[in-house]
């Protein structure tokens, strides 16, 4: 009977970065010599390590890499052949502590080791921050369970002395604290380091194979086979573009027979003897291929790069399948927020995510805010608003005639570039300002940006219903205008008009400025930040009002320590306006809205006159206001009416099965 080796191809439905499975190549196995060879001396002042990341390219010479943190420890290897190699002391610096110096790595990153020789090995954030390793027992070679203390490291020395040229100057390790830990296998440890690159994690996927034994190639295992130093080939088509993988051949080998790896692996006696290699794709195709056809052919490959990059989605989209295999859609893997994004259904019959979706979402978009009545000359709105527009992971503010595209994961900026060109085509934009609004994005300093198109001046004037805002689209996270409170600002001119005002977490005093506008009788503003009160005392010119006049005020202060002031000078207020954020840690003062909210409430209660409202907003989706306010009102002892509610304005549409997405909650308070 024939013999058929089966290959199957399919995308992963997966929300994580790389995993770490055992290669299917041997890489650079070591020795167990302990001998130290010559030294691999480098001038002092020559570079040896090339870091590249997020925050641009940082070269390190020999000194300047000793006088970072340095790490200790035992590491030694098995080879592809079984051969341990018993550890010994390395010491050297944290891969990670080097990839924060380019800006540091994420779920949504691998990091590249690429060796003066050209061999590349690819590691996943879970590798170097999880110990994710096949680890072995160095006296016995028998797998065990990865210990915690696993580190990777970029070695310079050995047992006290600099690495020999045999693997030298720098060298990948993995180690543990004490002598005796455990090994891993050898291929993940690269000699000869030159350049890390901390790379973007792209989706997930694999290929299962069956045949003598069973087996799957999955994409870490892929990626470094295919290296230059190692199995990788390729073959150029009649349009000459070059097609990079892995000969089909070794992939075979990896399960005709029982040896999966290292020599003697491809059984090129039963090749040559004959049997069928099935291969089956994701979307139902199979091709089979007779054995004899491929024997030992180094251009019939198993590709994943064409013309150097991976190949684009036209080759392979992450398309998301049902139990019995019919397509349900096109999505993107978000390793960084652990969530898959669904970009189209499968009865949209989107076959890539290219520029012609985008500027189809993009087209759609902007006539629902035209019907809305917001587009214009100098108007401020949403114009993308995640999935209720069909681009989940994407936020554009229009800033006219300029807009700020959020990326809510750093792996989706070449799609935002993307998205970014089909609004400055499809909504007449001069351009786009690309910004990375990942986890933690607030609090850090430096954001990740970039303009598409024409870049925008530092300061911009928009409108909002003829009112005029001053924001600043290329500085900083936000621009110093939300556009999901605009039908809340222009509410307030309801009920404030004669009133003595006091607005809290002011920011850039948008709403003090509306207040004025209406005729509020007096208004304080509010913020821990006297930049943006500066900021606040421009719109208010803006607007044609004199900040200096005695019935505005403004104060730099801690919005609870101001309210313990107020009541301690017996001040009272008509109305109140609360908006904090849901986390800040701003100068050093924390604040935590479940924990912190009802104390500033019932601290707000107190200071209102009989009859006052208290305006309250929330943008914590996990937080319920309603529920918040009946706390503070209960530590104030005081009772209160609801008299309205709000939420998102019509552009910052959401789907019906996402609830959680309208984030926004307003309520309008009457204590009693």
């Not at 992450?318 to 927020?337: F, H, I, K, W």
């Not at 913020?527 to 421009?538: E, H, N, P, T």
């Not at 908006?579 to 019932?602: E, H, M, N, Q, V």
């Amino acid at each position: 009977m024939r013999r058929v080796l089966v290959l199957a191809l399919a995308g992963v439905v997966t929300a994580v970065g790389l995993v770490a499975l055992i290669a299917a190549c041997g890489g650079s196995t070591g020795t167990q010599s302990t001998d130290q060879a010559s030294p691999a001396v480098s001038p002092s002042g020559a570079v040896v390590l090339t870091l590249v990341g997020d925050d641009g390219e940082k070269r390190l010479t020999m000194n300047e890499l000793e006088a970072l943190p340095a790490y200790t420890g035992y590491a030694g290897i098995k080879s592809s052949t079984g051969v341990v190699t018993l550890p010994a002391e390395y010491t050297g610096v944290r891969l990670s502590d080097l990839t924060d110096l380019v800006g540091g790595i994420t779920k949504a990153n691998g990091v590249t080791l690429v060796a003066k020789d050209g061999y590349g090995m690819t590691f996943s954030y879970n590798m170097i921050m999880d110990h994710a390793f096949t680890a072995y027992d160095p006296a016995t070679g028998g797998e065990q369970t990865p210990s915690k203390d696993l580190t990777v490291i970029v070695a310079y020395a050995r047992e006290g002395k600099p690495l020999g040229e045999d693997e030298g100057p720098l060298r990948l390790m993995v180690g543990t604290p004490k002598p005796g830990g455990q090994v891993v296998d050898g291929h993940w440890s690269v000699k000869w380091i030159e350049r890390i690159s901390v790379t973007k994690a792209s989706a997930e996927w694999k290929v299962q194979l069956a045949g003598a034994v069973p087996g799957k190639l999955d994409k870490p295992t892929y990626v470094n086979c295919a290296s230059p130093g190692c199995h990788g080939s390729g073959w150029v088509d009649a349009a000459g573009a070059r097609w990079e993988g892995i000969p089909l051949y070794l992939v075979a080998g990896m399960v005709d027979d029982k040896k999966r790896h290292g020599a003697g692996a491809y059984d090129a006696a039963a090749a040559r003897g004959g049997y069928d290699i099935v291969i089956e794709t994701a979307t139902g195709k199979v091709v089979t291929i007779d054995s004899r056809d491929i024997a030992g052919k180094q251009d019939i490959v198993l590709a994943g790069k064409v013309d150097g990059g991976e190949l684009p989605d036209e080759y392979f989209p992450l398309r998301l399948v049902g139990p019995s295999g019919q397509s349900l859609g096109l999505a993107l893997a978000d390793p960084e927020n652990e969530r898959l994004r669904v970009m189209a259904r499968a009865d949209e019959a989107v076959d890539a995510l290219g520029p012609a979706f985008f500027a189809a979402r993009v087209e759609r978009a902007f006539a629902l805010r035209r019907t809305l009545g917001l587009v214009g000359e100098r108007s401020a709105c949403r114009l993308v608003h995640g999935a209720g527009d069909g681009l989940p992971g994407f936020a554009m503010d229009v800033l006219a005639p300029w807009a700020v595209l959020y990326v809510y994961s750093r792996a989706f900026v070449p799609h935002g570039q993307l998205l970014a060109q089909a609004a400055i085509d499809q909504a007449g934009l001069r351009g786009v300002v690309v910004k990375v609004r990942s986890r933690g994005a607030a609090s850090q300093q430096r954001v990740r940006q970039e303009a598409v198109g024409e870049a925008p001046p530092e300061t911009l004037v928009v409108e909002e219903r003829g009112v005029p805002f001053e924001v600043h689209p290329d500085r900083g996270l936000n621009t110093g205008l939300f556009t999901d409170m605009r039908e809340h600002r222009h509410g307030l001119a309801r009920f404030v008009a004669g009133k003595a005002v006091l607005n809290g977490f002011a920011y850039t005093g948008t709403l003090s400025v509306i207040a004025a506008r209406a005729g509020a009788r007096s208004v304080t503003t509010v913020d821990l930040s006297s930049g943006v009160l500066g900021w606040a005392r421009d719109n208010f010119r803006l607007s044609g009002l004199d900040p200096g006049a005695t019935p505005f005020r403004f104060e730099a202060k801690d919005v609870g320590r101001f309210l313990d002031d107020e009541a301690r000078a017996g001040r009272r207020f008509d109305v109140i306006l609360l908006d904090p954020p849901a986390f800040s840690a701003a100068r050093g003062a924390t604040f935590a809205i479940d924990r912190d909210y009802p104390g500033l409430i019932a601290q707000a209660t107190r200071l209102l006159t009989d009859g006052g409202l208290l305006w309250l907003a929330c943008n914590a989706r996990t937080s319920p206001l309603q529920a918040l306010a009946e706390d503070g009102f209960r530590r104030a002892r005081r009772t209160a009416t609801l008299l309205e509610t709000g939420g998102l304005p019509p552009d910052h549409p959401t789907l019906p099965a996402q609830p959680e997405d309208r984030y926004l909650q307003v309520g309008l308070f009457r204590p009693e």
